[in-house]
């Protein structure tokens, strides 16, 4: 099964800041994601990372805000642009290995907190 | 779209007994994957078992199992032998069987484990 990091584990950010998310995977891997747990919520999925084009966003969330590079098959990077205190969640990547229906493997999360 | 209800906010049971969580989901489609993911305190989201919708057998994954009934479109999930390290966040999800890698998630159980 895939392993997952992210960076930085935790943050704590001022408004109107940015913030980089990176998710590294040790195996190369088709499908990335990228997924938002707003605090006591679950988890919503913000965008699918496409390797060598743009990402492929869920109704609700724009590049401008949550731009994402995916630049090979085993890293991808989240920005939060522009932050204010309601961005405030925990931010997770997963891959899929096998193809649709097969187990997604989760990051450890980025928790971000926006004063 | 589809939806995913998991109507047990929180749930506690008692060392060595068996719990069962409900999920609901809404869906037209004939073909799609259900899932149970465990989040503990840690963040790490884990796969506990999955169920193809085409498959009419339940699966079972050691003290974890699933009531699967497809016309009722109910997807349970029964812990047996619970342990202390079974508490956590219990997320159903959903996912289409064509044309999306998109896991849609139910808003989760809290589940304690009494010793």
């Known amino acids: 099964s895939a392993v997952i990091s992210q960076k930085p584990s935790r943050d704590i950010c001022q408004r109107g800041t940015s913030l980089t998310i990176q998710c590294q995977v040790d195996?190369?891997?088709?499908?990335m994601f990228w997924y938002r747990q707003q605090p006591g919520q679950s988890l919503t999925l913000i965008a699918t990372?496409?390797?060598?084009?743009?990402?492929?966003?869920e109704s609700g969330f724009v590049i401008d805000k949550f731009p994402i590079s995916r630049p090979n098959l085993t890293f991808s990077t989240l920005t939060v642009s522009n932050m204010s205190p309601e961005d405030s969640s925990i931010y997770l990547c997963?891959?899929?290995?096998?193809?649709?229906?097969?187990?997604?493997?989760f990051g450890p999360g980025t928790r971000l907190t926006v004063l | 779209a589809q939806t995913v209800t998991q109507s047990q906010p929180e749930m506690s049971v008692q060392e060595a007994e068996t719990v069962t969580l409900s999920c609901t989901y809404d869906?037209?489609?004939?073909?799609?994957?259900l899932f149970w993911y465990k989040q503990p305190p840690s963040r790490q989201m884990i796969l506990v078992i999955r169920?193809?919708?085409?498959?009419?057998q339940n699966a079972t994954e050691n003290r974890f199992s699933v009531n699967f009934q497809k016309a009722a479109k109910s997807f349970s999930l029964k812990i047996s032998d619970s342990q202390l390290g079974d508490a956590a966040m219990y997320f159903c999800?959903?996912?289409?069987?064509?044309?999306?890698?998109?896991?849609?998630f139910g808003k989760g159980t809290k589940l304690s484990v009494i010793p």
């Open positions: 195996s190369q891997v088709t499908m």
């Open positions: 997963s891959v899929e290995e096998a193809g649709r229906g097969s187990e997604q493997f």
């Open positions: 990372a496409n390797q060598g084009s743009e990402a492929t966003y």
């Open positions: 869906t037209s489609e004939s073909d799609y994957y």
């Open positions: 169920q193809e919708a085409y498959k009419q």
């Open positions: 999800a959903y996912m289409e069987g064509a044309g999306s890698y998109q896991l849609t």
